[in-house]
């Protein structure tokens, strides 16, 4: 499958805002989007012009795709699942994404990024009910148990990133207990859980073209 390996610095800049994709430094003075708030290349500083219509369709489903480090055709398919499914497709849509297993171990802190809780899951440092799954995009359910295995809590990224998770927070429907290294899905998310500035409504306009 295909992978992003560019700068994701320049990601957020092309958005104009933060999308959290490096971890602990979005926090900091150092984050790119601090010091050079503008649109990367050439003429990025002159490039001002407003967006409307396909434009901010365009730009509000690129921001989703960074956000959870997807692809087009991954996210394609995320699409087409939501609306098959009984409700609103742009709530449907995000809440299955923040089901993803690599979002869970990111949500409950025992990562500082997405893009760091896939790697965590790749290499098979996340169990789920006790069993290891190394499927980033592995669909939680309520109850699942999502925990680190016993060799991995020690691993000084896990353990750097579970005693920050204080000034992050941990989503209403997950429960953490960072003695254990383990948290518990306490119900499915709804989109008031999805703490994110998108307006899916335009993705879905756009997908229905």
Request: proline fraction near 2%.
């Amino acid at each position: 499958m295909a992978t992003y390996r560019a700068s994701v610095c320049r990601l957020c800049r092309r958005e104009g805002m933060k999308l959290f994709l490096k971890g602990d430094r979005c926090f900091k003075d150092s984050c790119a989007i601090e010091k050079r708030n503008f649109i990367p290349g050439q003429h990025g500083r002159s490039r001002r012009s407003k967006i409307v219509g396909y434009g901010l369709q365009l730009r509000e489903k690129q921001k989703v795709k960074r956000i959870y480090g997807l692809m087009e055709r991954q996210f394609r398919g995320y699409f087409e699942k939501a609306a098959r499914q009984k409700g609103v497709t742009g709530e449907n849509l995000l809440a299955t994404l923040e089901r993803r297993l690599d979002n869970t171990v990111y949500r409950l802190g025992f990562a500082s990024s997405r893009a760091q809780g896939r790697q965590l899951v790749g290499h098979g440092h996340i169990r789920v009910n006790d069993r290891k799954v190394n499927i980033p995009s592995f669909q939680i359910k309520q109850g699942d148990l999502v925990s680190v295995r016993e060799k991995s809590k020690k691993v000084s990224n896990i353990v750097n990133s579970v005693e920050m998770v204080g000034s992050r927070g941990v989503p209403g429907w997950l429960e953490l207990d960072s003695s254990s290294f383990s948290g518990k899905v306490l119900t499915l998310p709804l989109r008031d859980d999805v703490n994110l500035p998108v307006q899916e409504r335009l993705i879905v306009e756009l997908y229905s073209k």
